[in-house]
DNA sequence: CGTAGAAGCTAGGACATCCAACTATCGGAT
DNA sequence: ATCCGATAGTTGGATGTCCTAGCTTCTACG
């Protein structure tokens, strides 16, 4: 672990005051604030991968399994997928890809329209997403690090970003 | 764009529905709170990307980059590089590669300690640091999306966090 | 109708990150 | 003084994300 010991102090508050003494305070909340996003991001995809891990899935197909598994029908457009996640059609490719060689899912022709792809949860990816869920519900979720009130305030902020940026 | 459009809704508070309608109340915010998350900083990424690609750095390149140029002597060893940025050892190697390739830094020998590689700032360095970091200051840092009252709770939210997680 | 533009998906390439493994060097314990 | 564990850095492999380009299929407009 030579290069995630504990610091001595937070390298963001290091960094926002040396913003403040090259003249920049005006955006030094916000390099604080961008910065701060990067590393919280990072701490807490890395611990919901280590909880994924034992199952086979990375967290983004984790999260398409469960798209599927909570929509009515058990399948879902390719491109919805992607609309849902916020991400490129051809990252939903390449999850799809090793979702249904792991067999979780398969991919379906679309009755109607034939430019559409259709992803079908199977038994085995239901039975993957309850167990991976318990998991994640158990070891990350309802013990997020932070207190009821914190996990609230950040919800909410963050969703006036996103708001803001067009998310949704 | 088409994976980008705007939704008519959160998808983020649809999934914290489905985790109450599952039974999974307790773990619900927290859910939500990882997902928000991962989305806060996907968008936040991409905003300083683009506002980088013309200096052909990538956001990584540009942190060791204000390392270094932050750093009384302009350099700094590749280990303490990484411990400052929470990054693995490898991470740090290919972001130097890359900047040494560009002309940015180049890399020394430690004066006592063969095992260690210091990485030093060059003056193309320095000058792309400024002007990026200007840049990136007008817009945005300066504009981030949100009032400063909320810049400032993130800030201290996700500051409780990482400290929880060992971060610092 | 028939064609041009839009939409859905995949292939190939560039990056960043992590992990495991390997080499070289230090340093403390015996 | 020597040896073994710890430390520093790199290499190779896997994954995810994005972008550009290209193919197929739909749809709307003249």
Known sequence: MTARDDLPFDPIAEARRQWAAHGWE???????????????QQIALARVE???????VTFARYE??????????????????GNRLQVHATSVTNAVDRLEAAGLVKRTPHPTDRRTTLVQI??????????????????VFTKPG???????ALVAVLAELRHEAGDF
């Open 146 to 152: 932070l207190s009821a009130e914190s996990v609230a």
């Open 64 to 81: 398409v399994l469960m798209l599927l598994y909570f929509s009515r029908t058990g399948s879902l457009p390719m491109t919805k997928i």
């Open 122 to 139: 199977l038994d085995q990816g239901r039975e993957l997403a309850a167990k991976a869920t318990d998991d994640l519900n158990a070891q």
């Open 26 to 40: 005006a955006a030094a909340d916000g390099m604080a604030a961008v910065t701060s996003l990067m590393r919280a």
């Open 50 to 56: 280590s909880v994924l891990r034992p199952y086979g």
